[in-house]
C-alpha cells in the first residue's frame, strides 16, 4: 500500500494573538484541501483544544511536546494521558529546538516517545544534523543514532504509530531549503537504517517528512522525490500558503 502524504503545520510559539489563531484558521476550514493527505496542524499547547473543536474535521491537532509520565509533580508539562483524554492523537517529539534549547537528549526523547505511543499517542519524531555535522560528513551517522536511542525503546509494532520528521537544523527557519536530492538521500538513508535495525516492513510503511523552509515555491519538487512522504512545516504554516503544501501533490 503506498504511504499517505502527510503534511503538518508546526506553529511553534505563535501565533501571539487569538485574532491570528482565528484568521490562520479560517484560512484551512475554507480552502480546497487534498482529501488524500493527512494533515496534522501543531498549535502552542494553550490552543489546542479550542483549535481541535473549531477546525474541519479533515485536520487533526497535535502536541508540541510531552512528557514521560501520566502525572504528578512536574511544573510545566503535559502528559500523554492528559492529551489522550483531551481527544489530542499526535505529538512532535525531538524538534531540534527541544534538543539544543531545552538540553533533551535522545535518550530521553526515546523515553518520551515510548511513553507516548504506550498511551496510543502518534508520534511526529524529529531528527537531523547541524551544518558543521553535515559539512563533515556525519548526516547518517548523526541522524541514525538520534534514531537508535528510539528503537532501543520500542518493539516493533510500535512504529505504525510514528512519523519520522527528517529536518536539517541548518535549513529551519533559514530559508535555506535542503535540494530535493539532499532530501531524498536523507531520506533513503533513514528508510535503509530502519530496514536494518527494525525490519524491511517498518522500513516500507514509516512516513519520512521533510521539515526545513518548506514553502509553496518549493513544496512540489520536493514531493517528487520517492522517499519524501511529505512536509513539517514551520514558518509557512502560519500563512495561506499553508495550503499550497498541503496539496504539493496535486
Ligand atoms: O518543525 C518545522 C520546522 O522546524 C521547520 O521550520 O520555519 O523552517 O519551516 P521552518
Redesign the pocket.
Known sequence: MPRQFFVGG?FKMNPISRGQKESIISVLNSADLDSTTEIVIAPPSLYLIPLKDTVRSELQVSAQNCYFKDSGAFTGEISPAQLVDAGIPYVILG??ERRTLFHETSEFVAQKTKAALNATLKVIL?VGETLPERETGQTAVVVQKQLQAVVDVLQESDWGGVVI?Y?PVW????GKVATSAQAQEAHLDIRTFLSQAVSPAVAENTRIIY????TAANCKELSTQPDVDGF?????SLKPEFVNIINARR
Do not use: D, F, P, Y
Not at 535549513?171 to 533559514?174: L, N, P, S
Not at 521539515?211 to 518548506?214: A, C, K, M, N
Not at 513539517?232 to 509557512?236: D, H, S, T
Open positions: 508546526n524538534h531540534s524529529c520528521a529536518e535549513a529551519i527557519g533559514t521539515g526545513g523552509s518548506v513539517l512545516v514551520g514558518g509557512a
